[in-house]
Every structure is written in C-alpha cells, then in structure tokens.
C-alpha cells in the first residue's frame, strides 16, 4: 500500500535561494536604507483613507541588514551571501551564520522573502 502522507525531506538552508517578494522594497533616504513594507489588506485600507495612517511601514536597515536583502534576488545561495559578508564586514559580521540565519528566518516567518530550492529570478 503507497503512503499517503510521505515526510518530506528538509532541505538544506545553506542550498536554499532567498528571495524578496514582490510588494517589499529597499529605499535610501539620507544614507539610509529602509525596508519598506506597503500596508495592503482591507482594515489597514480603511485605517489609511479614515485615520489618515501611512502607506506603508518603514523599517530601518542596519550596514548588514541592508548587505542582505540587497543579496535577496534568488540567485545567491545562503552559503553565497555568508561568503560575501565575510569579505565585505570580516570580523565585524561575526558570527556570520548564526546572524545571517535569525535574519532570514525572521525574514521568512513575516513572509518577507522567499526560499526556494534552485534559482529563480525576482519579477519586479
């Protein structure tokens, strides 16, 4: 008898593709990056046009932060992006896995990006 459910396999994170989502953005403003996150469902629609709330939500980036999301196109591995924070920051990065796998889950669990399994290019 074939199993219905099967367990899939977890993938390993240094292979996996991050990837920003489409309503997301990176801006600079005065030498300072921002990620923008635009406020898109119904409630915060009506917050915005009543309440005369803003737009969209602007999160201040750190230099590795920034670093980061900028390398979020689908076509860096994670284990890419460590490479190059360890050439660009060196020391100042450390520890570069832990802190790079906090942020993109952090990153994940808003659904900020998206981790895919092979490249993929952003549709902008």
């Known amino acids: 008898m074939k199993r219905i459910f099967q ?3 977890p993938a390993n ?6 990837c920003l ?3 997301y953005s990176i801006s600079e403003h ?8 635009p406020r898109i469902t119904p409630i915060e629609r009506l917050a ?7 737009k969209a939500h ?4 750190d230099e590795l932060g920034r670093f980061v999301l900028t390398c979020c196109d ?5 284990s890419d ?8 920051f060196g020391a100042e990065a450390e520890p570069t896995l832990p802190r790079l796998v906090k942020f993109l889950q952090i990153l994940d669990a808003h659904h900020i990006i998206s981790m895919s399994v092979q490249k993929s290019f952003r549709s902008s």
């Open 7 to 9: 367990r899939q396999k």
């Open 13 to 18: 994170l240094l292979t996996l593709y991050p």
């Open 21 to 23: 989502k489409t309503p």
């Open 30 to 37: 005065d030498d300072i990056a921002y990620l923008i996150i």
């Open 48 to 54: 915005i046009r009543w309440f005369h709330q803003p």
């Open 58 to 61: 602007w999160l201040k980036l």
């Open 74 to 78: 689908g076509t860096q591995s994670v």
């Open 81 to 88: 992006i460590q490479k190059q924070l360890i050439q660009t």
